[in-house]
């Protein structure tokens, strides 16, 4: 069990105070915000065009070259709040079920049904992972859609998120105190391994994703002092050791009138760049009264934002959404309140694909997800 320190915490937060004073640069995705929306234009780099689409009233599959409806299905309102790619299929998580879908037509073929609240849903191929009360459900689902049983994963406390790569599950616990956070190796879906972690901050929030060979655990805190976040560095498998950590945002109180804006990210990725190139931290925040995407280079503490871009009002934001951002290459793919945007960040490009929706956004999945 690894246990992350406050005290060393204090230390990294230290070093974010020499970059406060230096300016935000604005790069690639600002000329964005000149894009008309309702116009698509095409982005350069090559990359998967399906995306599935989750919103209030409709589950769309969209040709995102082009923004054109392949195929819509309505849904339930209030009733659907994730979608993502389960191996051939898709699975759309309910209040208390997990749909399998036909990725064409959008028809339901199959369930697994809970007895308690699902709480958050991912994939890895044919293996499908639920989180429902205090259990991670394994599942695998075979050719004619079925989801079979494959093991079941008791937590000390429920799990709010899920991140699945390959044999691994990434679980994120982010209720009271203590904050949990578990590797599952899946690769005997039958006798899955637990490796758990704990973190001592109060008052947090946690986040992850996992890339590559790296997992990135977001913490975000409140002290009387100030609040913060930041980003925990682990390898993807065991033994469990932290590789380093940076600071995403800091905010000491009471807040002075000319600090510069802190960006507090929600939902985030992490872009690993190529050889001799600074990973980045591509997030959506908000900031006054928009939501923005940001980017943060992640090769030192205190690393100022290199870019950002408006993506709405507060106001017309949708609240508690599961898969509002994700990564494939270089191309990144983000949830504005009623729109899907798709714009390349390895190299940044002017060029981006808008596809709108009659309703706002709560999840999405692109086909052949590969983080």
Do not use: C
């Not at 769309?60 to 994730?82: E, L, N, Q």
């Not at 990564?327 to 808008?354: E, K, M, Y």
Request: hydrophobic fraction near 45%; charge should be positive.
């Amino acid at each position: 069990m690894v246990d992350v320190q406050r005290g060393t915490m204090l230390q990294v937060r230290g070093a974010h105070s020499l970059s406060a004073g230096l300016a935000v640069v604005l790069l690639g995705l600002s000329v964005l915000t000149a894009v008309r929306p309702g116009v698509a234009t095409s982005a350069s780099a090559p990359g998967p065009t399906q995306a599935i689409v989750l919103t209030r009233t409709s589950i769309i599959r969209v040709d995102v070259a082009s923004s054109r409806i392949v195929t819509t299905r309505a849904v339930g309102p209030g009733s659907a709040r994730k979608v993502v790619h389960a191996g051939a299929f898709v699975a759309l998580q309910r209040q208390r079920a997990v749909e399998i879908l036909d990725p064409r037509t959008l028809d339901r073929l199959a369930a697994a049904e809970f007895s308690q609240d699902v709480r958050d849903v991912a994939a890895a191929g044919p293996l499908l992972f639920v989180a429902a009360g205090m259990d991670v459900h394994v599942l695998q689902v075979g050719r004619d859609a079925q989801a079979s049983p494959q093991a079941r994963v008791r937590l000390p406390k429920p799990a709010d998120a899920l991140t699945a790569r390959g044999s691994r599950l990434f679980v994120i616990d982010d209720l009271a105190t203590p904050l949990y956070a578990h590797l599952i190796d899946v690769s005997r879906p039958k006798t899955p391994a637990t490796t758990p972690i704990t973190w001592t901050d109060t008052n947090a929030h946690l986040r992850a994703q996992a890339v590559a060979d790296r997992w990135y655990v977001l913490v975000g805190y409140t002290t009387i002092q100030e609040r913060g976040q930041y980003l925990v560095i682990l390898p993807a498998r065991p033994p469990l050791r932290e590789l380093g950590r940076r600071v995403v945002a800091l905010e000491r109180k009471p807040v002075r009138p000319a600090a510069p804006v802190a960006h507090f990210v929600e939902e985030f990725r992490v872009h690993r760049r190529s050889v001799g190139q600074n990973p980045l931290l591509l997030g959506v925040a908000r900031a006054g009264d928009q939501v923005w995407l940001v980017s943060r280079s992640l090769d030192r503490e205190g690393a100022i934002i290199e870019r950002q871009m408006p993506l709405g009002a507060i106001g017309e934001f949708p609240h508690e959404r599961r898969g509002a951002i994700e990564l494939v290459g270089a191309r990144l793919f983000v949830a504005a309140p009623s729109t899907l945007l798709a714009l390349d960040v390895d190299p940044p490009s002017a060029r981006i694909t808008r596809f709108k929706t009659p309703t706002p956004i709560l999840s999405f999945a692109i086909a052949e997800p590969t983080r």
